[in-house]
Structure formats: C-alpha cells, structure tokens
C-alpha cells in the first residue's frame, strides 16, 4: 500500500502532498513528516539507492520511502514492505511524464500554478494509496474527457478559465526566460 505521495522542490517546499493512510491526518504530523522526507532524501548523493527504510524515522517500522529526483522536484513515495521498489520507481515515472504531457515538458512552476491538475493525475493513478492504472494514454484520455464535461457544464466559468489559464502561460513563460 501507498501511505503518502509527496513532491518537494531543492529547498524543502512541499509542492504536492497525499496521504493516503487514516494514521497521518493529522496537519502538523503532515508537515513534521515531509520536513523529515526532505531532509532524508536531499542529504543523499546521487550515486546512492533510491530506497530509504523507514525505521528510525517519523514514518516508522515495515515503511520505505522511495525517490525520484526530477530537475529541481523530489517525488517521494512512501510505501510498506509489500510494495515493489522498482515498480513505484516506474509510479512516479508514470506520474513525472503525465505531468509533462499535460503541460508540454512540466515545469515546478506547472506544478505550482495548476496543483488541482496534478492532484487530478495522481487521483487518476492512485486512490485510496492502491495503483489504479498506469497506462499513460488512458489517465491522459481520462483527463481530457473530464475538462470537456468541465467546459460543457459551466461556459461562463470556461471563458474565465481561459483567460486565466493565458495569464499563467503569460507568467510562466516570463519567469522561464529569467
């Protein structure tokens, strides 16, 4: 089972969080926790394993922390002992390329500004810390089939979405080129 998904960036800030086990609902147990993830995983060098046992650690016994590190993003996967170490490698792979897919070669910033696309993803990928589907054009299919319900429910929030959506392309691609 996934206990947790969480992606930090370089200096520790949570960017995405998911805990998907009743035992960490608590906020400021949350917090402490992705603190220690991104402590236990930024110290580590880049010829080291991927794999953190969770003994010793706020996660506690029979848990692994596995990593990933993707330009300046940590994605972290907390799991138990029944877990496949290379096949939740593969899950945040899963993840990491959707992401780029959805917006054309992702970016922090993307993460940043469009959270609940992301947190989309991952509902599409994982619920309740089990691996749903992993196939990326069905999760990409998924994605699109729920913006066009999206936009045919409601046009007058779907003009002001875009205009948003232009905004946000507008900064992006300004904070980019600095």
Known sequence: MIYALIVVNNYGKPRISKFYHEGYGDVSLQQRLVQETYHLVSKRGSYMCNFIEGTGTGWGDGLKLIYRVYATLYFVAVVDEGESELG??????????TVDRCFKNGSELDVIFNFTKVHAIID?????????????????????EQKKVERSEDPISNSIDSGVDNIIDVIQNRLRRN
């Open 88 to 97: 939740i490698l593969d899950l945040i792979h899963t993840v990491v390329e």
């Open 124 to 144: 599409e990928i994982i619920q309740a810390g089990l691996v749903c589907e992993t196939d990326k054009e069905i999760i990409f299919g998924n994605l699109v």
